[in-house]
């Protein structure tokens, strides 16, 4: 084995080898006469220094040892042997090169330690990714273009353009968030304002998105909803209008629209409806002021609600219909929020700020009937039995698992 080191350093050492071979000075111990030796080269070290008649004698660095340079030590240096915290091994110690470490993936070196890459802001994309000797480039989103922020990996979005789509511009983008359209199948604007409110519809389609019901194709679940189907062309509407997140939602409201007298669906349908009724009966919140919205508004996370908007819900809806059309353009805004959490964080703001106490007690009504409504249990039970029924889902065995 050592032959073979010792062959593969020599080999390397005659591609190496400089036009002039470094040299170093020694004092023969016998005859104290002052030689020049010709240095080792690089996977080797001095086994025997010069003498008047014989040139240095070198020898292979032993396992785990190495010597990047030329040089006339006797010793090869030890290779180290851990890396450091949040590293892994890039390159293995060699005869000639130490163990070359690097920060893990995630993470970037900053002097001697990994420290994790930046996140964009909103109004900012990645332009350069993080690597493990840089960090995130970022830069403002150009004209056309949007970013939610918070992340190391997104680029800046193109705006939705309702144009193409056949829809009416609602709201143009902003480099913090998409154009809104006008369409039925995926918001509705102040202008309408419905008993039938859709949040529950919203918080039931939450509370199954651990099941990544999203990456399942529209098809499929249409093909295996119980029922009236849905029609393809009301389909392809909601694929050309509405976001992975938002298909599946609307899916289920077209769905619901289309079985109401199915009496084995009663449950479900009713469950919902149940729960609409419990939100749009909430007393407390049907005396709301303008002043009482806009509080609301800045408390809730995400993008918010535009100050006209907001005006324009107390123009055109009834008193008992502004917290309910204010929190479906919020939820229009931030589909991929959780409905329940926002209004868990609105309640922790406006309490820190000192609300008024019915504006506290009204929401947190609200936000109980959403997370406890019983039509959650039965939307979970029949997706559930889809995905473990292989005759349905056959083709996507990762999700059935």
Not at 41 to 62: I, N, Y
Not at 139 to 154: I, L, Y
Not at 336 to 360: C, F, I, T, W
Not at 388 to 398: G, I, R, T
Request: glycine letters at 4%; one cysteine or more; charged letters at 20%.
């Amino acid at each position: 084995m050592k032959l073979i080191v010792l062959f593969t350093a020599s080999l390397s050492w005659a591609f190496q080898q400089p036009a002039v071979l470094p040299k170093y000075q020694y004092r023969d111990p016998v005859t104290s006469e002052l030689l020049v030796c010709d240095q080792c080269p690089p996977g080797t070290a001095v086994k025997r220094h010069c003498t008047a008649d014989t040139p240095t004698e070198c020898q292979a660095c032993p396992e785990k040892h190495f010597a990047e340079n030329w040089h006339w030590g006797d010793t090869c240096q030890y290779c180290t042997s851990v890396c450091k915290e949040r590293q892994l091994v890039k390159q293995q110690c060699n005869s000639t090169h130490d163990q070359l470490c690097e920060c893990a993936p995630g993470f970037h070196l900053v002097v001697e330690f990994c420290i994790t890459h930046s996140t964009c802001p909103p109004g900012q994309g990645v332009v350069a990714a993080g690597t493990p000797v840089s960090n995130t480039v970022c830069k403002r989103c150009p004209a056309g273009h949007f970013s939610t922020g918070d992340s190391s990996t997104e680029q800046c979005q193109p705006h939705r353009n309702c144009s193409d789509l056949g829809l009416k511009t609602l709201r143009w983008g902003t480099s913090t968030s998409d154009s809104l359209c006008d369409t039925q199948e995926c918001s509705q604007h102040h202008t309408s304002c419905h008993t039938d409110v859709t949040l529950c519809e919203e918080a039931v389609y939450q509370s199954l998105s651990s099941l990544r019901l999203s990456s399942v194709p529209l098809e499929r679940l249409l093909e295996s909803l119980p029922g009236r189907r849905v029609d393809r062309k009301s389909v392809e509407r909601l694929k050309k209008a509405c976001s992975p997140q938002q298909q599946v939602l609307q899916l289920l409201r077209l769905w619901r629209e289309q079985n109401k007298d199915q009496d084995k669906l009663y449950g479900i349908i009713q469950g919902v409806n149940h729960c609409e009724r419990k939100v749009s009966r909430c007393n407390s919140l049907k005396n709301l002021t303008l002043d009482d919205l806009l509080r609301i508004t800045n408390s809730l996370p995400g993008v918010k609600v535009q100050q006209e908007d907001v005006r324009a819900v107390v123009s055109t809806c009834l008193p008992r219909q502004y917290i309910l059309q204010l929190l479906h353009l919020w939820k229009s805004s931030n589909y991929e929020l959780d409905l329940a959490k926002g209004l868990s964080h609105s309640l922790k703001v406006m309490r820190s700020q000192g609300a008024p106490r019915y504006l506290l007690k009204g929401l947190k009504k609200i936000s109980r009937i959403i997370g406890t409504t019983s039509a959650h249990k039965m939307y979970e039970k029949m997706f559930v039995s889809m995905l473990q029924d292989e005759s349905c889902f056959k083709a996507y065995k990762p999700l059935n698992e």
